[in-house]
């Protein structure tokens, strides 16, 4: 005999509802109105502050994914597609306002004639479902739309900015530098752009505490560093010189890039780093190590020391990974030591906080 939910009381199915996996309660919601309704008001009488709502539009598949663990990009709990993918030899679909309904996966696929008004359809149905802004953002060259779409719709600030463009094509660097003139996210940006050698941005980024360019570094020139406002930097396959570093140092030094606490350059060939003595650098003799992230610590080994005009000191380190590396550790006020097997590490307090 099957059990009459519906009917108990709501405390009773809000902790029905607790146990449930985000794609299970938005598979949930489409089975009726009365149940949509009863979801709706637990997640406005218990909005999930742990979870995190990332929209995705990416090789021509748009997504919703919920993250509950604030540790990963979530899993999908809903996707919209272009009508010309469906297939219907397949599974039975369910067509209903407009679009048709795929169940046959562990989310709903919808399909529509225009897969971008999809996109805004599921994510507007899924921020109302679950009382949630959209968190993050990963998009293509295909997805820059959805920059100032969110911009428009929310008040709240995105975290976070992901691009995945790793192949090459005509529409990378007008995409990425629509993107870096344009996107604001408070927390991260990741750029996997595979842009030309011959792209160029003379704007400023940030403020945001984090940026990471995997592999495509090539394109950040000593003016872009000097104006990023980033606290933390990671830039592989980089360009600068020895001589561009030199100025960089010298920059700090004055006063500029007053927000950062930790850089980090990987070249992709052996670098000969030589620096100008004006810069007044001292050997420390020894290794430190630096809690960059939960789990990632970072060893600055024989570093040396370097002093803003302010005070704040700073630590640079080269020799490590055949010289291809570069480190730099802004020892602001409130930098932690932290003893962990027999070892002592900093870490910055802001995010001994978090």
Same mark, same amino acid.
């Given at each position: ?13 809000? *902790? ?28 406005? $009488? ?41 297939? *219907? ?84 660097? %007008? ?16 750029? %996997? ?31 872009? @560093? ?10 592989? %396959? ?14 700090? $030094? ?9 850089? *980090? ?30 789990? %990632?610590?970072? $060893? ?26 570069? @480190? ?27």
């Amino acid at each position: 005999m099957p059990f009459p939910v519906l009917r108990t009381p709501f405390v009773v199915i809000s *902790e029905i509802i607790s146990l449930l996996e985000p794609n299970e309660i938005v598979n949930a919601s489409f089975c009726s109105k009365n149940l949509k309704s009863i979801l709706k008001k637990h997640f406005r $009488q218990r909005k999930p502050s742990k979870w995190r709502l990332f929209m995705r539009d990416c090789d021509s598949c748009g997504q919703v994914n919920i993250d509950k663990w604030e540790c990963s990009r979530g899993v999908p709990v809903l996707s919209a597609k272009h009508i010309l993918e469906q297939n *219907e030899s397949d599974h039975k679909l369910v067509e209903t306002n407009g679009y048709k309904r795929d169940f046959s996966s562990e989310f709903p696929v919808l399909y529509f004639e225009d897969r971008v008004m999809g996109l805004k359809m599921i994510v507007e149905y899924a921020t109302d479902l679950f009382n949630l802004d959209i968190y993050g953002l990963f998009i293509d060259t295909n997805g820059t739309w959805a920059i100032n779409w969110i911009n428009n719709r929310q008040e709240k600030m995105l975290e976070c900015l992901w691009t995945v463009n790793p192949d090459y094509n005509s529409n990378v660097d %007008e995409a990425l530098d629509y993107v870096l003139r344009n996107a604001r996210a408070s927390d991260y940006f990741i750029l %996997e752009d595979n842009v030309s050698d011959n792209f160029r941005f003379n704007g400023k980024l940030g403020p945001i505490d984090y940026l990471y360019i995997p592999e495509t570094g090539h394109w950040v020139t000593l003016q872009n @560093l000097m104006n990023f406002d980033i606290v933390k930097i990671i830039i592989e %396959e980089s360009r600068l010189s020895v001589s561009d570093l030199n100025s960089f140092l010298r920059h700090w $030094q004055a006063g500029g890039s007053h927000r950062l606490t930790f850089l *980090e350059l990987e070249f992709k060939n052996d670098m000969n780093f030589e620096f100008d003595e004006d810069l007044e650098l001292v050997e420390t003799g020894q290794t430190i190590d630096y809690l960059l992230s939960e789990g %990632e610590i970072i $060893q600055l080994n024989f570093g040396y020391s370097i002093q803003r005009m302010d005070g704040v000191k700073a630590t640079i380190s080269w020799k490590s990974l055949e010289s291809r590396r570069f @480190l730099m550790v802004v020892w602001h006020e409130g930098v932690q030591p932290i003893h962990q097997n027999n070892h002592i590490i900093y870490i910055h307090q802001e995010d001994l906080l978090e």
